[in-house]
């Protein structure tokens, strides 16, 4: 599977970005997906993300109310919709994927499988 993020971008403190991930390769059906940011000299963060059905969406605390994840499997896409951003939202966004992968394994890096290329957001105040 092939990952391609789009979507980032320069916005003001209060303003809205959707950010895209468009999986190619193969039906993404079977797969969980998530999205992590990272900022230079930072470790990559977890931000959002949801197994296979999509029926649960997890979110850090940070993000938690502001951002939503969601799909669309006939696109063979992965949106996350960011509201009402901070200048603390400000990083590279990174989307990515692994088959199968269970609830408690979402907020991990390295259980994913495929990563995109990354798109930045930056926020400023």
């Known amino acids: 599977v092939q990952l391609q993020a789009s979507g980032g971008g320069l916005v003001q403190a209060g303003g809205s970005l959707r950010l895209s991930c468009v999986a190619s390769?193969?039906?993404?059906?079977?797969?969980?997906f998530g999205w992590f940011r990272q900022v230079p000299g930072k470790e990559r963060e977890f931000v959002a993300g949801f197994t296979r059905s999509g029926a649960t969406a997890v979110y850090s605390d940070s993000v938690k109310g502001r951002f939503t994840i969601s799909r669309d499997n006939a696109k063979s896409t992965v949106y996350l919709q960011l509201n009402s951003l901070e200048p603390e939202d400000t990083a590279v966004y990174y989307c990515?994927?692994?088959?199968?992968?269970?609830?408690?394994?979402?907020?991990?890096?390295?259980?994913?499988?495929?990563w995109g290329q990354g798109t930045l957001v930056t926020v400023s105040s």
């Open positions: 390769g193969r039906t993404i059906s079977g797969y969980g």
């Open positions: 990515a994927a692994k088959a199968g992968i269970i609830l408690s394994s979402l907020r991990v890096p390295m259980c994913y499988h495929y």
